[in-house]
Every structure is written in structure tokens, then in C-alpha cells.
């Protein structure tokens, strides 16, 4: 097999890399934010019959457990209406190896001995409240992103998506182009969190608001100015944002709460 001298694989690797550039601008322009890097344990649970409140009230024990073994503590919120689950906590982790270390692991051991619950205990307990539970391990934005979205906020609303057969990457960047065309529209940034593994979701959105107003209320822009923000976005027009995702999803789950007290 003729190799290629050096300086014509480095010309075609150079033009390769333009020819993509110009294909991906074609649909989405402005800025996105960095791929996400930080862990985080996302978990579902519905509460067994009767026992929501019990559930709410087991968890809010084990904040404090946690956060004495110096852990963040996880941010949570309560089903309202959609999905089949009742809360949805989302547990800072920062990485495999930073969250499974064993200092950590005695720590949070140390401190559960101490509350006079021990985790296997509180397994237990868990099990008692619950009827259906489900991890999903996800990377999304940095802590204090995160933590800054929850500041203020009484009102969620989630997102699911499972993606077609190798659609990831596009529904992706899909959703950072719905981002890009919400702040221009006025309306607040959704954060996503895409799945390493765990269930079968492919990634996650999720909007913090004040209230159910905020999430509700228009940002009294003109259709010329929602039109400008859906083109600056990457979108031919606003009315093309909804069918372009659907040609990415296999299906997705839309789900709304409020914060716990």
C-alpha cells in the first residue's frame, strides 16, 4: 500500500475538520456550554400507598447524616403532575473515584453510626416507603451551577428523552440550541445532564423557576423577536423547534413539581 507523505495527511485531516465545522453551523450558532463533567447520582422514587409523607420525612433525616460526613447534601423536589414518581433527588458525586474513596466511605459510615441509623437501616426504611425507585447516573453542570439553579426556586419542570438509535450527540446539541433560544427569548436557562448509566434515559432537562407563574409567564417578545431568536439559535423558524426534536426522540416524559419544605 503508497503511504501518504505527512504534510497530505495533515491537509486532509485540516479540511475534514473544516468541512465538519461548516456542516454543524449550519444548524446551531452562538454559544453552548462546555460538555458536562460532573457526577451526579439522579434518583426517582414513587412513595408506596399512603406513605409520601413518610417518605419526604425519611429523606429530610438523612440530609443532616449526610452532610455531617461532609457530603452536599442532594437537591430535591415533589411530583406535582406528569411522570409516574413522586420526588427526584439529585446527588452530588463530582466522580467514580472522588465519591467511592474510602475516607469518604468512613466518613459517611462514621456519621450514619452516629444518627443511630446505618445505611443498610435506612436501605430498609427506604423500602418500606417506597414502591418503585430508579437510578440514573448522569454528568450535567458544575455544583455550583447547579446549586446557584436552585437558589430562589420553587417550581421544576423536567424533561426526559430517550434518543433514536444513534441521535445522542444531535439531541444534544438540540437541546443546548433550545437554551440558547430561551435566553434570548427571555426565559431561563435549562441545565442538561446527559446519562452514563443507570436507566435507559439518554439525557435530562431541568428549569428551575420561582413559581408556577415565572415557568408559565410569556416574555411579551414579538413574533419577529421569538422568529430572530429561533434563526440566531440554529432553528429555520420558532415553529420548526418542536418537530425538529421529535425527529431525534423515541420518546420522552415531561414532568412538574415544587419544592419541598
Not at 450527540?169 to 440558547?180: A, C, G, H, P, T
Request: proline fraction near 4%; hydrophobic fraction near 40%; charged fraction near 25%.
Amino acid at each position: 500500500m503508497r503511504k501518504h507523505p505527512k504534510g497530505s495527511a495533515l491537509l486532509l485531516a485540516g479540511l475534514a475538520l473544516a468541512l465538519f465545522t461548516i456542516g454543524t453551523m449550519s444548524r446551531a450558532e452562538g454559544p453552548t456550554m462546555a460538555r458536562p463533567t460532573y457526577l451526579y447520582r439522579t434518583t426517582f422514587v414513587r412513595a408506596a400507598p399512603g406513605k409520601l409523607l413518610d417518605l419526604i420525612a425519611l429523606y429530610k433525616g438523612r440530609m443532616a447524616v449526610i452532610e455531617a460526613a461532609g457530603d452536599p447534601a442532594p437537591l430535591w423536589w415533589r411530583h406535582t403532575q406528569g411522570d409516574q414518581w413522586d420526588l427526584m433527588l439529585i446527588t452530588p458525586m463530582g466522580s467514580y473515584v472522588e465519591y467511592h474513596a474510602k475516607g469518604r466511605v468512613a466518613r459517611r459510615d462514621k456519621a450514619a453510626a452516629a444518627s443511630g441509623l446505618s445505611w443498610g437501616d435506612f436501605a430498609g426504611k427506604l423500602d418500606q416507603c417506597s414502591s418503585w425507585k430508579e437510578d440514573l447516573f448522569v454528568f450535567g453542570p458544575s455544583l455550583d451551577i447547579v446549586k446557584k439553579a436552585f437558589e430562589g426556586t420553587g417550581y421544576y419542570h423536567i424533561e426526559i428523552f430517550v434518543s433514536l438509535p444513534g441521535k445522542q450527540e444531535e439531541l444534544y446539541k438540540e437541546r443546548e440550541m433550545e437554551n440558547v433560544y430561551a435566553v434570548e427569548s427571555g426565559r431561563p436557562y435549562n441545565m442538561i445532564f446527559v446519562r452514563d448509566q443507570g436507566a435507559s434515559w439518554d439525557l435530562f432537562t431541568l428549569g428551575c423557576y420561582r413559581d408556577l407563574q415565572h415557568w408559565a409567564g410569556s416574555s411579551g417578545q414579538t413574533k419577529e423577536q421569538r422568529e430572530a431568536a429561533a434563526r440566531k439559535a440554529g432553528f429555520k423558524s420558532a415553529d420548526d423547534i418542536g418537530p425538529y426534536m421529535r425527529t431525534l426522540i423515541d420518546w420522552h416524559r415531561d414532568t412538574m413539581g415544587v419544592a419541598i419544605k
